[in-house]
C-alpha cells in the first residue's frame, strides 16, 4: 500500500532564521600557480543560490507550499541578489533589510567537481534594533501561518527566539527548530527540534554521554518540554524520539550514493514542517523527510527536493523491480557513482534525453548514433507529469517504468534515468557529460545542458532525425484508424 502523499498546497509556513547567500564559482583547473602551491581556477560559471533560512524556504516553495521568509540582510549587493533570487521562486519576502548589516555570503570555489575553496562574509551579532524590528515583524506574521520553522546559524537573527516561540505557541501554531550551539533553552516549549548526532550530544550533560542516542534524546526533549524530537544520523537515518512514546522511532537513510550533503538539513526540516502543516502526524511527516533527504544528498550544492521529485521517487520505489533495477535503469545517486567509475577507467560519457513515449524508428536511429560517439550512452527521461506538462492531456501513452523498461532493452543503451523537471539541465550538470546529444529538430543554442557541457570542454551534437516518423505522428494515425473503424 503507497504511503498518503501529502497536500502540500495547502500548507503555509513561516521561516524564520539566518539568510545568506550562497555563491558558486565554477571552472577547471590544470595546473598549480607559480605564485604559492594552489591550484589555478579558470572560472567559467559564476551561480547564486539561496542559503540558511533563505534555503529552507526554497525547500518549502518547492513542494507546492506557500511559504513568507523573515530574516535580515544588509544594504548590499549580495542582499539585492538575494532577494531576486527568492521573488523568481515565489516566496513572500518579509526579509528586513538593514543598512548597519551585512549579508551572509558564502563563496565556493569548485574545480573538477571538488570545492576547493570557501570564503565567508558574515556579520558577527545582529543589532538591537534589527532584532527589536524582526520580532514585531514576526508577531504580525505568525496568525496567518499553520507553522513557523525556525532556522538557527548562530548568526545572531534568532538571538529572541524564545519570544518568537512563546508567540506563536499562545496563538496555537506550531514551532520546529533546526538548532545551533552548545545549549538549546532558547528554544524551550517549541513544539520539536531536529538536531544532528553532534549537536545533540553537545547538550547532553556529562553525566548522560556514556550513555544511548535513545537516552540522550528522550533527555533533551523532556528538558526542553517539547513534543518530539528529531536526530538526524547521517547514512544511519534519523530518529523521532515522541512525548509519552517510550519506544523511538527509527527512519534508515534511503539514498544509495551520497553526492552532497550541502543544505540536507535545510530540506528535512523544511518537508518536516511542511507535512505536518498539511496535516500529517509527525511520524509520516518524518517518513518523508528522509526520503528528501535521499534526493537531495544526490546533488550537487545547496539545492531543494520538489513535489515532483519527492511524488516520483515514491513511484520508483514501488515500481516493479525488474523495471528499477534492471541494470541499465537507475535512480539518481546509484547512476552518479556508475558515471564516476566509468570516467576513470577512461570511457567516454554520451548523454541524451526524451520522453520516448512510443518508442519508434526514429528514436531508434537517434540512440544508435548517439552511441557511436562514445562508449557509453545515457538516456534521461522525462517523468510523467513533465510529459503532460510539455505534450498536454493525455500523454504520456505509456507511464514511466514502462519507457524506461523499454530503453533499457536496447542494445545500445547503458543507464537509463528520470527526471523530473521540466528540462534536464540540472540533471546534466550533475552528469557532466563529455557529449550532450540532440535529435535534428533542435538547434544547438536551444539544448537545455547545453552551455555547461560547452563549458568544461565538452561536445554538443546533432544527429540526424528520421524524417515523418514521430510519436505525435503515430498517435495522430491510430486515432484517425480508430475512428473510421
Given at each position: 500500500m503507497l504511503p498518503l502523499f501529502p497536500c502540500f498546497e495547502t500548507a503555509r509556513v513561516l521561516v524564520a532564521g539566518d539568510v545568506m547567500?550562497?555563491?558558486?564559482?565554477?571552472?577547471?583547473?590544470?595546473?598549480?600557480?607559480?605564485?604559492?602551491?594552489?591550484?589555478?581556477?579558470?572560472?567559467?560559471?559564476?551561480?547564486?543560490?539561496a542559503g540558511g533560512a533563505?534555503?529552507?524556504?526554497?525547500?518549502?516553495?518547492?513542494?507546492?507550499?506557500?511559504?513568507?521568509?523573515?530574516?535580515?540582510?544588509?544594504?548590499?549587493?549580495?542582499?539585492?541578489?538575494?532577494?531576486?533570487?527568492?521573488?523568481?521562486?515565489?516566496?513572500?519576502?518579509?526579509?528586513?533589510?538593514?543598512?548597519?548589516?551585512?549579508?551572509?555570503c558564502k563563496t565556493r570555489v569548485i574545480g573538477r567537481h571538488q570545492q576547493l575553496l570557501r570564503m565567508?562574509?558574515?556579520?558577527?551579532?545582529?543589532?538591537?534594533?534589527?532584532?527589536?524590528?524582526?520580532?514585531?515583524?514576526?508577531?504580525?506574521?505568525?496568525?496567518?501561518?499553520?507553522?513557523?520553522?525556525?532556522?538557527?546559524?548562530?548568526?545572531?537573527?534568532?538571538?529572541?527566539?524564545a519570544a518568537l516561540i512563546e508567540c506563536a505557541r499562545a496563538g496555537g501554531v506550531p514551532v520546529i527548530v533546526?538548532?545551533?550551539?552548545?545549549?538549546?533553552?532558547?528554544?524551550?516549549?517549541?513544539?520539536g527540534m531536529t538536531p544532528n548526532l553532534s549537536e545533540l550530544r553537545a547538550v547532553t550533560p556529562a553525566s548522560l554521554q556514556g550513555r544511548s542516542i535513545d537516552v540522550q534524546g528522550a533527555h533533551v526533549r523532556d528538558a526542553l518540554d517539547l513534543d518530539w524530537l528529531l536526530v538526524t544520523q547521517g547514512e544511519e537515518g534519523m530518529t523521532?524520539?515522541?512525548?509519552?512514546?517510550?519506544?523511538?522511532?527509527?527512519?534508515?537513510?534511503?539514498?544509495?550514493?551520497?553526492?552532497?550533503?550541502?543544505?540536507?538539513?535545510?530540506?528535512?526540516?523544511?518537508?518536516?514542517g511542511t507535512a505536518l502543516a498539511a496535516g500529517l502526524p509527525v511520524a509520516q511527516s518524518v517518513a518523508w523527510a528522509n526520503?528528501?533527504?535521499?534526493?537531495?544528498?544526490?546533488?550537487?550544492?545547496?539545492?531543494?527536493?520538489?513535489?515532483?521529485?519527492?511524488?516520483?521517487?515514491?513511484?520508483?520505489?514501488y515500481a516493479p523491480s525488474a523495471y528499477l533495477y534492471s541494470g541499465a535503469v537507475q535512480d539518481i545517486p546509484a547512476l552518479l557513482a556508475l558515471v564516476r567509475e566509468a570516467r576513470a577507467g577512461g570511457e567516454t560519457i554520451v548523454m541524451t534525453n526524451g520522453c520516448f513515449d512510443i518508442l519508434h524508428a526514429g528514436h531508434v536511429a537517434c540512440l544508435e548514433q548517439a552511441r557511436g560517439l562514445g562508449t557509453r550512452l545515457l538516456v534521461a527521461v522525462n517523468a510523467d507529469e513533465s510529459v503532460r506538462r510539455l505534450k498536454g492531456a493525455g500523454r504520456p501513452i505509456n507511464p514511466l517504468p514502462q519507457r524506461m523498461a523499454v530503453l533499457a532493452?536496447?542494445?545500445?543503451?547503458?543507464?537509463?534515468?528520470?527526471?523530473?523537471?521540466?528540462?534536464?539541465?540540472?540533471?546534466?550538470?550533475?552528469?557532466?557529460?563529455?557529449?550532450?546529444?540532440?535529435?535534428?529538430?533542435?538547434?544547438?543554442?536551444?539544448?537545455?545542458?547545453?552551455?555547461?557541457?560547452?563549458?568544461?570542454g565538452g561536445r554538443v551534437e546533432i544527429v540526424d532525425s528520421m524524417s515523418n516518423c514521430s510519436t505525435s505522428g503515430l498517435i495522430a494515425t491510430i486515432q484517425k484508424l480508430s475512428a473510421s473503424s
Amino acid at each position: 500500500m503507497l504511503p498518503l502523499f501529502p497536500c502540500f498546497e495547502t500548507a503555509r509556513v513561516l521561516v524564520a532564521g539566518d539568510v545568506m547567500l550562497d555563491r558558486y564559482w565554477y571552472g577547471d583547473t590544470e595546473h598549480i600557480s607559480p605564485e604559492a602551491p594552489v591550484p589555478v581556477v579558470k572560472v567559467s560559471r559564476v551561480e547564486a543560490r539561496a542559503g540558511g533560512a533563505a534555503n529552507v524556504a526554497l525547500n518549502v516553495a518547492a513542494l507546492g507550499a506557500e511559504v513568507t521568509l523573515l530574516g535580515i540582510v544588509g544594504d548590499d549587493e549580495a542582499g539585492a541578489e538575494l532577494t531576486d533570487t527568492l521573488s523568481a521562486d515565489g516566496i513572500n519576502n518579509a526579509l528586513q533589510v538593514r543598512s548597519e548589516a551585512a549579508t551572509i555570503c558564502k563563496t565556493r570555489v569548485i574545480g573538477r567537481h571538488q570545492q576547493l575553496l570557501r570564503m565567508d562574509i558574515e556579520a558577527v551579532r545582529q543589532s538591537e534594533t534589527s532584532l527589536r524590528i524582526l520580532q514585531a515583524r514576526f508577531e504580525q506574521l505568525v496568525a496567518s501561518h499553520h507553522m513557523v520553522i525556525l532556522s538557527d546559524y548562530a548568526k545572531g537573527t534568532l538571538a529572541y527566539s524564545a519570544a518568537l516561540i512563546e508567540c506563536a505557541r499562545a496563538g496555537g501554531v506550531p514551532v520546529i527548530v533546526d538548532p545551533k550551539g552548545g545549549s538549546f533553552e532558547r528554544y524551550r516549549g517549541a513544539t520539536g527540534m531536529t538536531p544532528n548526532l553532534s549537536e545533540l550530544r553537545a547538550v547532553t550533560p556529562a553525566s548522560l554521554q556514556g550513555r544511548s542516542i535513545d537516552v540522550q534524546g528522550a533527555h533533551v526533549r523532556d528538558a526542553l518540554d517539547l513534543d518530539w524530537l528529531l536526530v538526524t544520523q547521517g547514512e544511519e537515518g534519523m530518529t523521532l524520539y515522541r512525548r509519552n512514546e517510550k519506544r523511538s522511532l527509527h527512519e534508515k537513510a534511503l539514498a544509495r550514493e551520497v553526492f552532497d550533503v550541502t543544505g540536507a538539513g535545510d530540506t528535512v526540516i523544511a518537508t518536516l514542517g511542511t507535512a505536518l502543516a498539511a496535516g500529517l502526524p509527525v511520524a509520516q511527516s518524518v517518513a518523508w523527510a528522509n526520503r528528501a533527504a535521499g534526493i537531495v544528498v544526490s546533488k550537487l550544492g545547496t539545492s531543494t527536493v520538489s513535489r515532483d521529485e519527492l511524488k516520483q521517487s515514491l513511484t520508483l520505489s514501488y515500481a516493479p523491480s525488474a523495471y528499477l533495477y534492471s541494470g541499465a535503469v537507475q535512480d539518481i545517486p546509484a547512476l552518479l557513482a556508475l558515471v564516476r567509475e566509468a570516467r576513470a577507467g577512461g570511457e567516454t560519457i554520451v548523454m541524451t534525453n526524451g520522453c520516448f513515449d512510443i518508442l519508434h524508428a526514429g528514436h531508434v536511429a537517434c540512440l544508435e548514433q548517439a552511441r557511436g560517439l562514445g562508449t557509453r550512452l545515457l538516456v534521461a527521461v522525462n517523468a510523467d507529469e513533465s510529459v503532460r506538462r510539455l505534450k498536454g492531456a493525455g500523454r504520456p501513452i505509456n507511464p514511466l517504468p514502462q519507457r524506461m523498461a523499454v530503453l533499457a532493452a536496447l542494445r545500445v543503451v547503458d543507464w537509463v534515468v528520470a527526471f523530473t523537471d521540466g528540462t534536464p539541465a540540472s540533471l546534466i550538470e550533475a552528469i557532466s557529460p563529455d557529449v550532450l546529444v540532440k535529435g535534428a529538430d533542435y538547434s544547438p543554442e536551444d539544448i537545455a545542458g547545453a552551455e555547461h557541457v560547452l563549458a568544461l570542454g565538452g561536445r554538443v551534437e546533432i544527429v540526424d532525425s528520421m524524417s515523418n516518423c514521430s510519436t505525435s505522428g503515430l498517435i495522430a494515425t491510430i486515432q484517425k484508424l480508430s475512428a473510421s473503424s
